[in-house]
């Protein structure tokens, strides 16, 4: 069971929203978007595909990878535009 984290240390916790498993003690812990991923029917599939084979999931992430490298990814800071990745040299 997952419950939004109140504590760390002892302490308040301030940070951003993060739930933990209340059966693993505090060594485990979820973003919003890490349970999204279970929560959504559409998504859970793929999570539970990939959590049963470890080789599907390291070719499709290199392939998706890879992809990203070659096409590139515009990213904006400001006003000025540039890319993080490009194209592979021939």
Known sequence: TWSKKTTHEGKP???PVQYENANSGSDLMM???????????KMKQY???YA???????NDFAKAFMK??????????G????????????
């Open 68 to 77: 990203l490298q070659e096409l590139g990814v515009r990213r904006f800071h």
């Open 13 to 15: 916790w301030n940070g």
């Open 31 to 41: 973003l919003e978007t890490d349970l999204a991923l279970v929560k959504d029917d």
């Open 52 to 58: 049963a084979d470890e080789e599907a999931f390291m």
């Open 79 to 90: 006003t000025r535009r540039y890319w993080l990745f490009g194209p592979r040299e021939q």
């Open 47 to 49: 999570v539970e595909h």
